[in-house]
């Protein structure tokens, strides 16, 4: 066991004997990049000492008053129109099985099935007028049709105003993937969804210009 230690001790000490410093060939370079987070958080006490909290804030809401306004350039509702449809989803990307293996291609579509039903409200919010009198409408119908309130997409508006004087009502900025994902043809647009089946009401908008009243059937 001695001669083992001893042995193995005498190869390490020839091993380092046969190390050799050659110095250093060329100049040194200090590497220059920074600790990223570090650069990251300099940036930004920089961009703060630049503006007072004041404008700070003011950018804020300008983004949020951006944000909040809902932009469609779908074309309004000429006449009334119904229909049925199965609840599909088109998707938009490939999507795959734990194997890596493609189950469903971009692009094709998947159908859904909601577990309580569904009310989607596509409105055109340019005149507040009638903008009012399609919530009211809208809302008689969804009430009639399942019991619940309406969620609203709004284009053309901003929804703060609307969040705050019409609450408990749900309003949201109109979007092109929301309008893509329930194949939003035109405005405005009453969609509800139960189970596999999606029902789409269409209704032209001169119709709200004045107060609409609902009558048992307006829906069907």
């Given at each position: 066991?001695?001669?083992?230690?001893l042995?193995?001790?005498?190869?390490?000490?020839?091993l380092?004997?046969?190390?050799?410093?050659?110095?250093?060939?060329?100049?040194?370079?200090?590497?220059?990049?920074?600790?990223?987070?570090?650069?990251?958080?300099?940036?930004?006490?920089?961009?703060?000492?630049?503006l007072?909290?004041?404008?700070?804030?003011?950018?804020?809401?300008?983004?949020?008053?951006?944000?909040?306004?809902?932009?469609?350039?779908?074309?309004?509702?000429?006449?009334?129109?119904?229909?049925?449809v199965?609840?599909?989803?088109i998707?938009?990307?490939?999507?795959?099985n734990?194997?890596?293996?493609i189950?469903?291609r971009?692009?094709?579509?998947?159908?859904?099935?909601t577990?309580?039903?569904?009310?989607?409200?596509?409105?055109d919010?340019?005149?507040?007028l009638?903008?009012?009198?399609?919530?009211?409408?809208?809302d008689?119908?969804a009430?009639?049709?399942?019991?619940?309130?309406?969620?609203?997409?709004?284009?053309?508006?901003?929804?703060?105003?609307?969040?705050?004087?019409?609450?408990?009502?749900?309003f949201?900025?109109?979007?092109?993937?929301?309008?893509d994902?329930?194949?939003v043809?035109?405005?405005?647009?009453y969609?509800?969804?139960?189970?596999?089946?999606?029902?789409v009401?269409?209704?032209?908008?001169?119709?709200?210009k004045?107060?609409?009243?609902?009558k048992r059937?307006?829906?069907?």
């Amino acid at each position: 066991m001695k001669k083992t230690i001893l042995f193995s001790l005498l190869i390490y000490s020839n091993l380092n004997a046969n190390v050799v410093d050659f110095g250093v060939s060329g100049h040194e370079y200090r590497i220059p990049e920074e600790n990223l987070m570090r650069t990251i958080e300099s940036e930004v006490e920089a961009f703060q000492k630049k503006l007072s909290k004041d404008k700070l804030q003011g950018i804020i809401k300008e983004e949020i008053k951006t944000q909040s306004i809902g932009y469609s350039n779908l074309p309004t509702v000429t006449r009334v129109s119904a229909y049925e449809v199965d609840n599909y989803q088109i998707i938009d990307q490939d999507i795959k099985n734990p194997a890596g293996r493609i189950w469903k291609r971009k692009g094709e579509k998947v159908l859904m099935n909601t577990i309580q039903p569904l009310d989607l409200c596509f409105v055109d919010g340019s005149n507040m007028l009638t903008l009012l009198n399609q919530i009211e409408y809208f809302d008689a119908v969804a009430k009639q049709k399942s019991n619940s309130e309406c969620t609203y997409m709004i284009s053309g508006r901003s929804v703060l105003f609307l969040n705050n004087k019409l609450a408990p009502r749900v309003f949201y900025p109109a979007k092109k993937a929301y309008e893509d994902r329930f194949l939003v043809k035109s405005l405005p647009t009453y969609i509800h969804i139960e189970g596999t089946k999606k029902l789409v009401y269409s209704f032209p908008i001169s119709m709200f210009k004045h107060k609409v009243k609902i009558k048992r059937g307006d829906e069907k």
